[in-house]
RNA sequence: AGAGGGGUUCGGGCCGACGCGGCGCCCACCCGAUGGCCGUGGUGCGGCGUCGAGGAAAGUCCGGGCUCCACAGGGCAGGGUGGUGGGUAACGCCCACCGGGAGCGAUCCCAGGGAAAGUGCCACAGAAAUCAUACCGCCGAUGGCCCUGCUGCAAGGGCACAGGCAAGGGUGAAAUGGUGCGGGGCGCGAGCCCUUAAUGUAAGAGCGCACCGCAGCGCUGGUGACAGCGCUGGCAAAGGCAAACCCCACCCGGAGAAAGGCCAAAUAGGGGAGGAGCGUUCCGGAGCGUUCCGGGGCGCGCGAGGCGGCCCGUCUCGCCGACUCCCGGGUAGGCCGUUGGAGGCGUCCGGCAACGGGCGUCCCAGAUGGAUGUCGGCCCAGGUCGGCGCCGCCACGGCGUCGACCGGACAGGACCCGGCUUACAGAACCCGCUCUCGUC
RNA sequence: UGGUGGAUCGUCUAACGGCAGGACAACGGACUCUGGAUCCGUGAAUCUAGGUUCGAAUCCUAGUCCACCAG
């Protein structure tokens, strides 16, 4: 049997402070139907932890809401397919509740990969140009 | 049977797997430096149980509760409300009634005070838009002028000067209230007679009468808005607009839960308080020595601290030291406010009703980057298409049945409550509500 | 969350309650070998729904959308 997927509030993103964070410091990746702001934490070894940004553009509360759950739920079941070390904050679009619950579950895990790859490149590089 | 009217309630249901938030119980760990008992708090990608959005949670349009600030009293300014009487914590809400309007009707709609306090506006058209009645018009008996007439008078004709009249004036949303009647007979005529409330002139009428309307006064009924009745009135006194300014009556202090209150790490800084040493021994110095000065070790004692309380024990630090503690401000952060309330349900009583009162019973979301989701199965409103059967002359429609497909509207709490407004697939029920048609 | 203001041709803007005007743009024509400039002309709008009024872009009510302010 496969590990429990839970959601706990350990790997959600709680403060204003942690939201700032990421949005100045992240990388932004998206697709056709979300857009994702990826961070690396302060411990790489951490687990990653979700937040969300819904603008009013997505529609009224319900549909906010919506959107909102299914992003959660397909975090919570992306869990074990994704790097850790991450503070991701997913930006959905007028789209996304449309989007076909498998599509979205992919667009989760391949953002936040895709992310991370730009995150190990832009550290890479940081490195090189400290130390020539 | 069909077409309507008013009102009430609901707004998909059941099951499984995983997940989320609150609360309760259990478990584990932590709350620094040992243990015990009690207590309290925290953490958990531990478990179990239980509860977990709406009729509009929405818009934020009114009214209140609550909190802080301001405040002698009164007025001005500003804003709001606007028939009357009640209900209510209060309201711009609700109920009943009054008045007006729509409808055959059940019923529905109305910001419904004041236009005889003032100001303003009423385009175009029209004589004229509130102001005298001017203009066009009609008459011109009476007076004036001119002509006819030999002259004057009388008489006749003309002018429209004075003067009189107020019917009519295409318009316009609106024009100073509307409608009806003012008779009959004889006579060429003045006139007379009859009947009548019924004339009069040069022309006419606003003249006369009746009814409706309007206004004033009085009486009666009603708490009142108002209604009914009567009398009076040369209706030339009073056109419309106040969701135009305004007047009148009544109401309103401001800000809002991110209100407001409490606890408070680290760092820096502010204010204040506290103290007790003794014995022994070693080293160094002064010194003949008792002794004195400085430093260290050990023991005892004292003080402080080791999350809350107590106990046993222990550790660290200090004993004239930038040591410890206390106080206040205050940041991060946390807690309270925060859900039990003008509460729901049932029942009895009062009231036409809104609603009020008594009794019983129930506890029903409390998040704080913000909890209801994902996946699957079944059922039920309902819709579309197709097949079959029955009714039916057919188009088509109705009923029954089978299959396939689609398949739930508007919409999410953020301090709470009473309303209003707006959005909404549908469903069920009630009416001693109405109209039309048919049958008995 | 609380509060304030606004919406008029495609765009920017006017309009005491009385025919919705102007500029730029667009289109057509003239001028030119062609284009530009210039001249003449044409079409095009009161956010939506009710109400007050004889009459509403204007006044009132409700809704939709946008902008701004405080935190």
């Known amino acids: 049997m496969a590990q429990r997927l839970r959601y ?3 790997v959600r993103l709680r403060r204003k402070r942690e939201y700032e964070r ?3 410091e992240g990388v932004r990746v998206r697709d056709r139907w979300l857009k994702m702001v990826v961070a690396a934490r302060e411990d790489p070894t951490l687990p990653s ?3 969300t940004a ?12 919506r959107t909102r759950r299914r992003l959660r ?3 919570r079941l992306e869990r074990p397919a994704l790097p850790p070390g ?5 930006i959905p679009l007028p789209e996304t509740e449309r989007a076909p619950w498998e599509a979205l579950r992919e667009s989760v895990r391949n953002l936040a990969r895709l992310g991370a ?5 832009r550290a890479a590089r940081a490195r090189a140009e400290s130390g020539s």
């Not at 819904?54 to 809401?65: F, I, L, M, T, Y």
């Not at 991450?86 to 997913?90: S, T, W």
């Not at 790859?117 to 490149?121: D, E, G, V």
């Open 22 to 24: 990421v949005f100045r």
């Open 73 to 75: 739920e397909a975090f």
């Open 54 to 65: 819904v603008s009013r553009k997505v529609g009224h509360a319900v549909r906010r809401n």
């Open 49 to 51: 932890r979700l937040g």
């Open 8 to 10: 706990p509030a350990a």
């Open 117 to 121: 790859a730009r995150l190990a490149r």
């Open 86 to 90: 991450l503070d991701l904050v997913c």
